[in-house]
């Protein structure tokens, strides 16, 4: 085994914050049952902001940040894993409070560790990476609701984003009708080549005075919102009768102003998605339906953008700035 790696380490002190690539060796990686040769990471705006000084996120330094990665089991002290078998581990306290996936090397306890299913290769399982299972996890969670193709069409928030891209291309392959919502005017095509059938700019999703459920139209069956914000009162007031909501995200800020009428008026269901502590019974089966139905299989390269570990600062501030096209994978 090879004695020392490169990753992309933070570090906070009281008197000065420090990020950048350092050689590493086995002795610096935390405790755990299963160690890692990293092929893959990705770059998630929650990876943007870890890499911030006095990040609210790290609850302890010094921090490698990923909360993605996939490769291949170099050692395990669990059973259920070994030597070479491909492996997807992603959230828990990945990247946030224990070392993540900007490392050539990691080691992580087994509980957090998933089999690669049959159908996705370790690339592929990044490019979905934890932006591709939330989307995923907010179909699942619309479909338990009752949501099918022939509800009526579902909008998409932040729809160049990670979880906007992904879950655009998943409702798509799924035949549903996909309604993008984007600031940017200039990947309108990008969201047409991704399954979109109509794309919409957020600032026509704002309530304006006197608009209410009452007086507008009912428009959309689900909504995967990733930014909440703005246009959050507006997706209440315009669901149709039983319609869903899953907000996973908030890029366009976090308070909510609603009234409780469209959710007893037209029975419309709010869904919290949460990645980090979705448990494994739920999770291992997601990432099979993943690799069998939910994968975009056309347009999956057309998300990624593959860059080297040393890429990763200049990508971690375009993510923050709201900046990123699909997903970015960090190759190690
Ligand atoms: N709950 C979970 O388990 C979970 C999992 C993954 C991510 N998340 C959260 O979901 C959100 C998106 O994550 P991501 O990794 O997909 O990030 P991302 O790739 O940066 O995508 C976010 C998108 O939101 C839009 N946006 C950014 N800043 C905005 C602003 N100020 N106002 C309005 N829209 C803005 C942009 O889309 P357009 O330019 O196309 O409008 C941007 O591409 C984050 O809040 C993240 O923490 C939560």
């Given at each position: ?46 990876d943007?902001i ?6 609210r ?8 940040p990923?909360?993605?990665l ?14 070479g ?37 370790l ?8 932006a591709?299972f ?18 009526g ?16 291309a998943?409702?798509?392959?799924l ?11 200039s ?11 109509e ?25 995967v ?18 319609g ?13 102003a609603?009234s409780v ?29 993943i ?8 347009v ?8 080297s570990l ?11 700035r709201?900046d ?9």
């Open positions: 085994m090879v004695e020392s790696f490169r990753a992309f380490l933070v570090n906070q002190t009281d008197a000065r914050f420090t990020s950048g690539i350092r050689t590493l060796t086995l002795d610096d990686l935390p405790l755990g049952e299963v160690t890692i040769r990293v092929r893959y990471s990705s770059v998630n705006y929650k943007g870890c890499s911030l000084p006095n990040s996120l790290v609850t302890q330094y010094p921090m490698v990923g909360i993605d996939a490769g291949e089991v170099i050692e395990s002290q669990d059973t259920r894993f070994r030597s078998d491909p492996v997807i581990v992603t959230s828990y306290d990945l990247g946030t409070g224990h070392f993540g996936g900007y490392s050539e090397i990691a080691r992580v306890p087994a509980s957090w560790v998933v089999p690669l299913p049959e159908g996705l290769t690339r592929e399982a990044m490019i979905l990476g934890t591709g939330t989307a995923a996890l907010s179909l699942q969670r619309m479909e338990e609701n009752g949501l099918r193709p022939d509800s069409p579902v909008l998409v928030t932040g729809a160049t984003g990670g979880v906007g891209s992904t879950a655009v998943m409702f798509s392959q035949g549903y009708q996909v309604i993008a919502s984007t600031r940017k005017e990947e309108h095509a990008f969201l047409r080549e991704l399954g979109a059938n794309i919409v700019s957020p600032d026509e999703l704002v309530l304006r005075d006197g608009d209410s459920f009452a007086n507008l139209p009912e428009r959309f069956a689900g909504a919102d990733p930014v909440a914000g703005k246009a959050l009162p507006y997706i209440l007031n315009t669901m149709k009768y039983g869903c909501i899953t907000v996973s995200g908030f890029t366009g800020g976090p308070e909510l609603a009428f469209p959710f007893l008026r037209r029975a419309i269901t709010f869904i919290g998605i949460d990645s980090v502590l979705c448990p494994m019974s739920i999770r291992a089966p997601l990432w099979q339906r690799a069998r139905e939910l994968k975009p299989q056309k999956l390269e057309h998300i990624v953008q593959e860059i040393d890429q990763l600062p200049q990508t971690l501030e375009r993510i923050l709201g990123m096209r699909g997903r970015a994978i960090v190759r190690l």
